[in-house]
C-alpha cells in the first residue's frame, strides 16, 4: 500500500526559529522516506522562498495527510476547519497570555486567540503530536482524543567539544539562551546575579543570549540590571549567529534557566550537549526535558538560585555527575536519533495507526 | 565520598540559601525581592475592572524613542538618524496619543465607580427585598 501525502502548514517559516528548524528537518525526513510531502505557509522569510507556498494556492487530493505546526493564532487554522484531508497537530506550544498583558497587550491577544483556536481544532483532528507530556496533556485538555509525545528536531551537537571542568568558586559565568520574553524570566535571573555578587561571587556575570522582540520588556531588564548594580556584569547578546552561540556555550560555567513557562525547553538540551551543567527552575516542561540531568530547583528565590549554583561550585563531583547525565540526556535529541523517532510516529499516524 | 543525586543536592541547596541569609553580614536581599515582585505578570480576572485599568496605566505613556539597537553599528547610526530627523513629528503624535489614552483612564475609571456603586445599591436593595418576603411570610402564617 503506499503512503498518503502528508503536507506540512506552518503560519510563519522562518530559518532562525525553533518550528522552523523543525519543519525543515521533518521535510527532509519525510522526502527520504519516499513521502510526497509540499510546505504550505502563511508568511515566509525570503531566504526560504523556494520551500514553501502560500497555503491560500494549495490544490491537496482528498487522501492526502495534512500536518499543521500550532503555536500562535492563524487564518490557516479557520481554512483548515473546512478541508477534507485528514489532520493531524503537530503542537509546539502556545505561552500563557497572562506573561505578555503587561508588556506586549496585543501579543497576549494573539495568545488568547491561538488558544481559542487551538480548541476549536480538536473535533476536526485526527491525532496529535507533542514534544513534552507538559504539552500533551494541554492538548488532552482541549479535547484532543490520541495524542503521542514525540521529539522535537533542532541542532543538538552529537559531541561535546567543550572540556569537563569545574564552576569556579570566583568569577562563575552565568549564561541563558531564550528570547527576551517575560515568560522565561531574565528578571529573575538578574536579580539571583545580583545575590550572587552581593554574597558568594562578587566576580559572576552573566550573558543572556535571545533575541528581542518585547521593547518595553527588554528596557526593563536593562533598568533592572542598572537599579540593582549589576548592568556592567550582564550582556545582553541579543539574537546571534551559530558560531557565536557555540562560543557562548563553551565559555559558559552553569547554564541558569528560570523560565516559568516552556513548552520544551530546547536550550536545556543544547547546554547539556555541550556539557554546561544546567541549574534550572521546576516549571511547565522543563524538569521532564531536564530529567535528573540538572539541578531543578522549586524555588527561583535569588538566595535559592544562588546557593545552588554555589553548590554546584563546591561539588566538583556532581557537576561531572551532572555532565556525564547532561550528554547521555542530550543524545537522544540529536537529529540522527530523535528523526527517525517523529518519522515512524507520524507515518504510523498518517496511515491511521 | 560520592557524588550527591541531584534531589540531595537541591535540598542542601536550599538549607545553604536558608543558612547564608541567617548569618551576620549576609547581604540583604530585600531590595532585590522588590525589584522582581515590581516585574511580576499582571493577571486580569474576569470582571476586574480595576486591575485592567492599572495595566492600561502602563501602557498609557508613549515613547516617542524607538529603539535604535542593531547588531550592525552603520545601521544603529542610520535608525539615530532617521529618529532624529523625524522626533518633531512622534514626539508630537506621542504627547496626543498619551493624553487620550489618559482621558480614556480616566472615563474608564469613573466607569468603574459607577459600576461598583450600582453593585452596592443593587445588593443593598436585594437584601431589602429579602427582609420585606421574610416579613410577608410571616405574616401570612
Known sequence: MSRPAIHQLVPSFSPGDAIGSHVRRLRRLFEGAGVETRTFV????????????????????PTDVVLY????????????????????????????????????????????????????????????????????DELSANGYRHVEVAPLLFAVPDHADRPARPVPERGARWLFV??????????????????????????????????RTIGPYVEELHQL??????????????????????????????????SRHEGFGAPVV???????????????????TAGDAALVLDDDDPAVVVAAVRHLATHPQLVRRLREAGLARAAAYVPERAGPVLLERLLALASGG | MPA?????????????????????GSPDLADVRRALDRLAPIEVTPGDVRTALGM????ATLNPHASVASRHPVITRLKLVVRKLTFFVAHDIAVQVTDLAHALLVAGSATADRLELLEAENARLRQAVEELQGRLRQDDR
Not at chain 1, 248 to 257: H, Q
Open chain 1, 42 to 61: 502563511t508568511v515566509c522569510h525570503p531566504d526560504l522562498k523556494a520551500e514553501c507556498e502560500p497555503y491560500q494556492r494549495a490544490s491537496l487530493r
Open chain 1, 69 to 136: 505546526h500550532l503555536s500562535c493564532s492563524d487564518a490557516m487554522a479557520g481554512w483548515l476547519l473546512d478541508q477534507p484531508q485528514r489532520l493531524l497537530v503537530d503542537y509546539h506550544n502556545i505561552t500563557e497570555p497572562k506573561w505578555f498583558d503587561r508588556w506586549a497587550p496585543l501579543a497576549a491577544h494573539d495568545m488568547r486567540l491561538a488558544r481559542l483556536q487551538l480548541a476549536t481544532l480538536a473535533s476536526r483532528t485526527e491525532a496529535a503530536v507533542a514534544h513534552s507530556g507538559f504539552s500533551a
Open chain 1, 178 to 211: 531564550g528570547r527576551l520574553v517575560p515568560n522565561k524570566c531574565q528578571q529573575t535571573i538578574i536579580g539571583a546575579l545580583a545575590a550572587a555578587r552581593r554574597g558568594p561571587d562578587p566576580e559572576a556575570t552573566l550573558t543572556l543570549v535571545g533575541g
Open chain 1, 225 to 258: 540590571a542598572r537599579a540593582l548594580g549589576v548592568g556592567e556584569a550582564v550582556r545582553f547578546a541579543d539574537h546571534i549567529p551559530d558560531a557565536e552561540l557555540d562560543a557562548a556555550y563553551r565559555d559558559a560555567d552553569v547554564f541558569v534557566c528560570l
Open chain 1, 270 to 288: 543544547e547546554a547539556m550537549a555541550r556539557g554546561v551543567p544546567v541549574v534550572a527552575l521546576r516549571a511547565a516542561a522543563v524538569p521532564e
Open chain 2, 4 to 24: 550527591p543525586t541531584q534531589a540531595t543536592a537541591v535540598a542542601r541547596a536550599l538549607g545553604e540559601a536558608v543558612v547564608l541569609e541567617a548569618l551576620p
Open chain 2, 56 to 59: 492600561a496605566l502602563k501602557h
